[in-house]
């Protein structure tokens, strides 16, 4: 299974590992008292791993006395500050960065049970069964290490939040919540900055314009088209373009049409303060990446481009009446490999029928 040399290293490592702990892992049929230490992982970007927050959360309740320790992504962390479902978070860099020394920390935390709600193979079931967890499992997965997981899950038609949910059922979880939840509470500072930046005599629409992959975003031409026909319907209006560093050369191409009512605020926010840019939107306008599920978690209105992805799997879950999603049927890209994957399906999407969306939101008085 393992083609490449670290792979190879780490595959050794587990066989020989296991060879001297051949009783560590556990059905889950052997389960049959409440685990009172675990470990959850969700040590990927950052819209996983709000889609991890109800699992989580579900966990707790289930479990209130049980230790809860969590594996985030060392960049994705600092948004978790003050998450209130967890005992500590230990920091995860990511492949093989760090490797050992992440194992290192887990075995001093000493899991009962390991639930991993998303993780990049094959790192994440090695990490688990270093970490010493009697009981591992993790969301559907065809990778050969799925052999050292305590129970399979079939792969089904429902949303990535119930997927991650049935882990929770799975150990006799049974208080059961699917709604995202970052708790978060802005400070005066970041009031400040926020409002610097974004004037309040103006009504801010948020543009999400980039994505993990290309074959997510809609064209940057697109959203300037859109961008001119919302500034040209409503004077006070104005544009602000989310995301990080990476994309604001992007942003750039619709912030120097509109220099004075678009804002191009990538990379000028830390990922903690996040919220307080977008908590400030009226709406935001955004692709299928991590901003979307922010913006729900965080119950500001959306209106999210899917077509290469599935919103039934991956979209907005909750409060329907904020959130309204445009789907296409493009998913005929996946069938190629991701580096060979353009913007073809994104391109199904007009500008016409988004700016409709935009007009039927803005004048619904619920939202």
Request: hydrophobic fraction near 40%.
């Amino acid at each position: 299974m393992a083609d490449k040399p670290l792979d190879r290293i780490l595959d050794l490592f587990l066989k020989r590992y296991l060879a001297r702990n051949p009783d560590q892992l556990r059905p889950i049929e052997a389960l049959t008292a409440s685990p009172r230490r675990f470990l959850v992982v969700s040590s990927t970007a950052v819209g996983d791993t709000i889609l991890s927050t109800p699992a989580i959360k579900s966990l707790r309740r289930s479990f209130p006395e049980a230790h809860i320790t969590a594996l985030f992504h060392k960049r994705v962390a600092p948004l978790f500050a003050a998450f209130p479902y967890v005992d500590d978070v230990v920091t995860y860099a990511g492949g093989y960065k760090h490797f050992w020394r992440t194992v290192q920390r887990l075995r001093q935390i000493r899991p009962e049970a390991a639930l991993i709600l998303h993780g990049n193979g094959p790192q994440d079931i090695p990490l688990a069964v270093f970490s010493g967890a009697r009981f591992i499992l993790k969301h559907p997965t065809e990778t050969e290490y799925k052999k050292y997981l305590s129970g399979r899950l079939e792969k089904r038609l429902q949303h990535v939040i119930e997927e991650r949910l049935d882990l929770v059922r799975k150990v006799g979880g049974r208080e059961v919540d699917t709604n995202l939840e970052l708790p978060w509470v802005p400070g005066p500072e970041l009031r400040k900055k926020v409002s610097g930046l974004l004037s309040p005599e103006k009504t801010w629409i948020g543009f999400q314009i980039g994505a993990a992959n290309v074959y997510k975003m809609w064209p940057i031409e697109r959203f300037t088209a859109l961008a001119e026909r919302i500034l040209g319907s409503d004077p006070d209006a104005a544009i602000a373009i989310t995301g990080n560093q990476k994309e604001k050369k992007l942003a750039d191409r619709v912030a120097e049409r509109f220099p004075d009512r678009v804002v191009n605020a990538c990379g000028q926010f830390a990922i903690q303060e996040w919220p307080g840019l977008i908590r400030y939107l009226k709406l935001l306008v955004t692709n299928d990446t991590g901003t979307l599920h922010l913006a729900v978690a965080l119950k500001t209105p959306t209106l999210s481009l899917f077509s290469a992805t599935d919103s039934r799997l991956i979209g907005p879950y909750q409060d329907p009446g904020f959130h309204r999603v445009i789907q296409k049927e493009g998913g005929f890209v996946q069938r190629l490999p991701k580096e060979q994957r353009t913007d073809e399906a994104m391109r199904l999407i007009t500008v016409d029928e988004v700016f409709a969306a935009y007009e039927h939101i803005v004048s619904d008085r619920s939202v």
